[in-house]
DNA sequence: CGAATTTGACCGGCGC
DNA sequence: GCGCCGGTCAAATTCG
């Protein structure tokens, strides 16, 4: 069967041939051709006598109308040979008016299609622009709600110390003394690491005293008052201001190895200022915002005297505006950091960081990338990328790491930083109690390594990998020791 | 020419 | 109270 239609092809290709020519006998010869074609025969055989019964038998049961296949094919065969004779240039008009109208329909359609797809690529774009700006709100906003539970928190664990305090006096002294015997540590430590920032001091009351004076202050505290203050204890508004103030004041420096005069962290500043500070040779530059009228963004940077390739980037503050892609990160950073620190610096009367907190915010961190420090002048976070990955007992301040700070771009810098403290602030706030487990050091090193590549890649891509990274956090056993491989992100605990 | 940077002056906090 | 220091302001200068 399979050789039929072949050979029923073969035939009305030889029909047409035929038809052009015009030639009646010709025909005739061709239509015995066809009833020639032995179907069955094994040879194939074209050239059959015409006089082989049996053939022909064969043949006409192939006709037989019954067999609508055969005869379906045959009539094909024939309306072609008629068609030919007749009107042959008014079918070529016909089909090529058929086919100039499905032209036209076909790039009719098309050009519908890319309008279409023009508008969907439009509406992508303002998909994606309000995906960017509720993505900093929901992130602005993450924040606050971390610093609201945190606060209430930490109001419940201060007034169980204030009314401990008061049952024995004697007490407090020691600890006050305890506590700047803390900061002098830090800030010696701070110090020697090239920066005179910290100094000893004692934050809450120039904070307050800040708060009154500080412009800043007063905008942040109207920023953040249509939240706060109708949740929060309304009769401690003094506290509550503090609280604030420390949160516009909370800080956090990055070192890094750098050739650039500047980190680009993917927000627009302008110079205002330029200090020689104590102890340092290289002058520190003041940096505020202008991404938007009035932001109380600021950012001092400075070189390390000790080692000049290092940059010191401190930040301080809360963006009052929609962040770019590239800035969200840095800017949830600073959030971050001042929720950590409030939360620290809260967390007893003193002013104390609580030992706890960093271990509960990151239970497998066992290395010295960040120092947390409530006894400076404003509690600072302060990131240092540029100590080995694997040194771990350099100080004694709570600290995690990111794996191979070292050789960052200055470019890539501040998204790889800022994404560790994001995702540090939104595990601290919201992943806080949650058990965690379960992961293998498998996926750590596959998307630490993912990571590196987005990164370096896409600075912009940050964003988007902050909930992958969170998750990594969130779902590390709480004794996975990662020191070996640098590409992990680590957690320390906290040594008093 | 407007915007950005530089730089000296000024202010407030803190220690002595 | 004085001096030191960090931080900010604002006029002068530079840059694009």
Redesign the pocket.
């Known amino acids: 069967m399979l050789t039929f239609p072949m050979n029923l092809m073969t035939n009305w290709s030889d029909d047409n041939e035929n038809d052009n020519d015009n030639d009646g006998d010709q025909r005739r010869i061709n239509r015995v051709i066809v009833d020639e074609v032995d179907f069955f025969s094994d040879r194939n055989d074209k050239s059959s006598s015409p006089d082989d019964d049996v053939s022909m038998k064969i043949n006409h049961e192939i006709y037989d109308p019954h067999c609508n296949l055969a005869a379906d094919h045959v009539n094909t065969g024939l309306q072609l040979l008629i068609s030919n004779t007749g009107s042959d240039q008014s079918m070529v008009e016909d089909v090529s008016s058929i086919n100039a109208e499905e032209k036209r329909a076909k790039t009719a359609q098309v050009e519908q299609l890319q309008e279409e797809l023009r508008f969907k690529n439009e509406e992508n774009q303002k998909l994606k622009e309000m995906l960017n700006t509720m993505r900093s709100s929901h992130t602005n906003l993450q924040m606050r709600y971390v610093s609201l539970m945190q606060q209430k928190q930490n109001q419940t664990e201060h007034d169980q110390v204030v009314r401990g305090k008061s049952e024995e006096k004697g007490d407090s002294v020691v600890a006050r003394k305890f506590t700047s015997g803390t900061a002098e540590v830090d800030d010696q430590q701070v110090s020697n690491s090239c920066n005179?920032?910290e100094?000893?001091?004692t934050s809450t009351?120039?904070n307050k005293?800040?708060l009154e004076?500080d412009p800043d202050s007063s905008e942040l505290v109207q920023a953040w008052d249509p939240i706060k203050r109708p949740i929060l204890n309304p009769p401690n508004a003094a506290d509550q201001s503090a609280a604030e103030a420390t949160m516009r004041k909370a800080r956090v420096s990055v070192r890094a190895r750098s050739e650039a005069h500047m980190i680009n962290d993917g927000c627009q500043w302008?110079?205002?200022?330029?200090?020689m500070?104590?102890g340092n040779p290289c002058p520190?530059?003041?940096y505020r915002c202008?991404m938007a009228m009035g932001c109380p963004v600021?950012k001092?940077v400075q070189r390390c005297a000790e080692d000049r390739t290092i940059l010191i980037t401190t930040y301080e503050g809360t963006h009052s505006h929609p962040l770019p892609p590239a800035a969200v990160a840095m800017a949830s950073t600073t959030a971050a950091a001042a929720t950590v620190l409030l939360s620290g610096s809260m967390s007893s009367a003193d002013g104390v960081i609580n030992p706890n907190i960093l271990a509960r915010i990151l239970p497998n961190c066992s290395s010295s990338m960040a120092t947390l420090s409530a006894s400076a002048?404003f509690p600072t976070v302060t990131l240092d990328l540029t100590r080995d990955a694997t040194d771990n007992n350099q100080n004694s301040h709570s600290q995690f790491q990111l794996g191979q700070p070292q050789n960052f771009g200055s470019g890539q810098l501040p998204q790889v930083i800022a994404q560790a403290l994001y995702n540090t602030s939104k595990f601290s706030g919201l992943q806080l109690s949650q058990d965690v487990g379960g992961s293998s050091q498998l996926n750590h090193t596959q998307q630490a390594s993912s990571l590196s590549a987005a990164i370096t890649s896409d600075p912009n891509f940050t964003a988007a990998l902050a909930a992958a990274i969170s998750s990594i956090i969130g779902a590390s056993p709480p004794n996975n020791n990662n020191n070996n491989n640098p590409n992990i992100i680590n957690s320390t605990t906290y040594n008093q």
Do not use: F, H, L, V
């Open positions: 005179s920032d100094k000893t001091q009351p120039q005293r800040k004076t302008r110079k205002y200022g330029q200090k500070a104590k520190r530059a003041y202008t600021r001092q002048p």
